[in-house]
């Protein structure tokens, strides 16, 4: 996993058909994945057992580093369930539930968090086929520990990608990565002629804002 990226997890179907359909919806998914910036992450389909039709379970990890929001090494692992409302060529929406163990060090210890915690999590993933170049996709995560409701955050993706033709695209995403207990930073005091006096540790900003346009190329 990269700065700021969302972690995807695996989803474990009812049977073979619904397996092969994944391979098929998520090609690559169900092996060893290199992330397209540093970091990386690793899925496997583990044999849980049978689970009602339009239900999966779903198991994943993650790494990532963001030293915008004060974030040196964060590690999760999380399992639980979710629902496939729409599954069709055109659309497909998921709704995720699951439970986290997360390793987080910033880069200025905050006394107010453990290194290590549980987090709820809940997301979905939702893609639409506005016509047959042009793709709309949604991604949201929110977490929140259960013994600390205040200690909650959220990381969103929505994209648009218009294709060119059948080797290039256009692509123009906006993120919004929110944490309501930010990370701390340490800021220098100056007196009124320039020279520093010394430093104070406060608190990031809650909301970072990412607007990317892309090239694709595909080969």
């Not at 990269?2 to 092969?20: C, T, W, Y």
């Not at 359909?21 to 690559?28: A, E, F, M, V």
């Not at 090494?73 to 699951?98: C, E, H, L, P, Q």
């Not at 080797?167 to 520093?196: K, T």
Request: aromatic share 10%; net charge positive; with cysteine.
């Amino acid at each position: 996993m990269g700065e700021g990226q969302i972690q995807r997890p695996v989803r474990v179907s009812q049977n073979e058909d619904d397996r092969r359909s994944l391979c098929r919806r998520y090609p690559g998914r169900l092996r060893r994945h290199r992330g397209r910036r540093p970091g990386a992450r690793q899925r496997k389909v583990l044999p849980l057992g049978p689970v009602p039709a339009r239900f999966h379970w779903l198991v994943g990890a993650g790494w990532d580093r963001d030293k915008d929001q004060g974030i040196d090494n964060r590690t999760t692992v999380f399992a639980g369930i979710g629902n496939t409302w729409i599954d069709r060529d055109t659309t497909r929406f998921n709704t995720d539930y699951s439970f986290t163990f997360t390793r987080r060090i910033d880069e200025i210890e905050d006394p107010e968090r453990k290194e290590r915690f549980s987090e709820a999590r809940l997301s979905w993933d939702y893609m639409q086929k506005l016509n047959p170049n042009n793709q709309l996709e949604s991604e949201f995560v929110f977490f929140v520990r259960p013994g600390k409701v205040s200690d909650n955050r959220f990381n969103t993706i929505s994209s648009l990608t218009s294709a060119l033709n059948k080797m290039f695209a256009l692509r123009f995403s906006v993120q919004f990565i929110y944490q309501n207990i930010p990370a701390l930073e340490e800021i220098d005091l100056l007196d009124a002629s320039g020279p520093q006096i010394g430093s104070v540790v406060v608190r990031k900003n809650k909301l970072d804002t990412v607007l990317k346009f892309s090239f694709v190329v595909t080969l």
